[in-house]
């Protein structure tokens, strides 16, 4: 450790703030957006189930708006075995949820005397996470950490020159991830426009020069079929988060993935399908993967790239009133227009490579992270001098 690093106490470099416990029933569909700890990804937000106040109230909660690069630390979520929701996540704010307000079971750290930047990725080190598993109390589903468990962490703090190298380095790692992620939001939305316009609006290849059928009104050899006459559904298997071993198979629940094991039940590639909770969520999975019994995973003759953009335009209804689940046979009961099977396999040439560019990015980005994890520790200890590393990845 570098003589010029001082131990310090977290609490004597920050100030914090609670996030607010807002009132669902202010809730409206467009207005300030509110940050939940159920919309934290790994490092950041995710913007596709956001809730939102109004804009008139904005002066009232004006002391929870989140700035870009804002540190937020969830104060309330599970223990290590489920990452999905993790007690003690660190993530940073997006530029596009600037002045979004932050909700309860999480709290803002405002820098007073240290990097922001730095300060993201010294709480993505492992011994902030082991401080913060060590201090959590809680029951066996759910646990909670005070801020004075935050403030008690303490770390060797490089000077401020050393401090920002620090974070530019390893920002630009992130970088490159965000902009991979970029990418692959815009050929998902390809995909997904490509389909609405053969399959929803019937502007397929040919389509001006095929009659629709007068019964019908679909285009002709196109059939109304019950969804159980092209795929089944297949119930997954209980896995508890406690009995998952470390791997690389990503668990998938009814809210995408929740976790990873070292075994698979299914081979990718995969739709899956929300049964419980997120009624008629529908996920797609390159690899190998393991459904847990809150969904079904499918299996059809079809190509299941098709498959899985037909359900998504499905309207799957929640038919248990106390805990929302989706009734297989009730499933198997709605109809749905099925296109040729050429037109299907015309559509699954097109997109496929579209797929196969999303998966390489992925895998692109698992290595960025694989790097920059094993960079992050180093450079906390300054057991690699700043100087010596390079922060263009370009190449």
Known sequence: MNLKWAKTELGELIETLKGCAFKSKDYVSEGIPIVRVSDFTEDSISEDNLVYLPDSLLDEYSAYVLQHNNVVIQTVGSWQYNPASVVGKVIKVPKKLTSSLLNQNAVKLIPNGIDEKFLFYRLKDDTFK???????????NQASITLSTIKNFKFF?????????????LSAYD???????????????????????????????????????????????????????????NYGKSLTADVRSNGSVPVYGSAGVVGFHNESIVNGPGVIVGRKGNVGSIFWSDEDFYPIDTVFFVSSELPLLYIRFLLSYIEFVNNDAAVPGLSRNSAYLIKCAVPTLSLIERFETFVKPLFQTIRNLNSQNQLLKEARDILLPRLMTGMIDVDTVGADLSA
């Open 157 to 169: 703090v490089p000077p401020p020159d050393i401090q920002h190298k620090i974070a530019t380095i």
């Open 130 to 140: 082991a401080h913060v598993l060590g201090c959590a109390q809680g029951a066996a």
């Open 175 to 233: 970088d490159l991830i965000e902009n991979n992620l970029k990418r692959i939001k815009l050929l998902e939305e390809m995909a997904q426009i490509t389909y609405e316009e053969w399959f929803v609006r019937l502007k397929f290849p040919g389509h001006e020069t095929t009659p629709l059928d007068s019964e019908t009104g679909l285009p002709v050899r196109w059939k109304i079929k019950k969804l159980g006459e092209i795929l089944a559904l």
